[in-house]
């Protein structure tokens, strides 16, 4: 009987019993946030974040780095071989102009 009458009367004040539950929630809340051991894991996390942070930064310089440096490393061989096809083309009209030259000498 008396369970029942608790029951009916929170029933019908259902409002503020969630308002004092969220008091309740904040109180305990405030106090678990406070603690050094929340503090404490807290600072460990960000600090671990940072590093993490570093080393992607440290990681993508590199990465940035080895990129430049290949495309130096192809156009220096693009430059190769485009001197190479013009040596090639300068040799070639002169062997065949010494093969008319043997041609109409005969």
Known sequence: MV??????HAIEHKYALV?????AAAIIGKKVLESKVVKDATTNCVAGALAVKQEA???LAEIKADAEEQVCEEEDEEKIEIE???EEKEEK??????KTSKKSRK
């Open 3 to 8: 369970y029942k009458k608790i029951v009916d």
């Open 19 to 23: 308002f004092a539950g969220g008091v």
């Open 57 to 59: 930064e440290d990681k």
């Open 84 to 86: 190479i096809e013009e």
């Open 93 to 98: 009209p002169k062997k065949s102009s010494k």
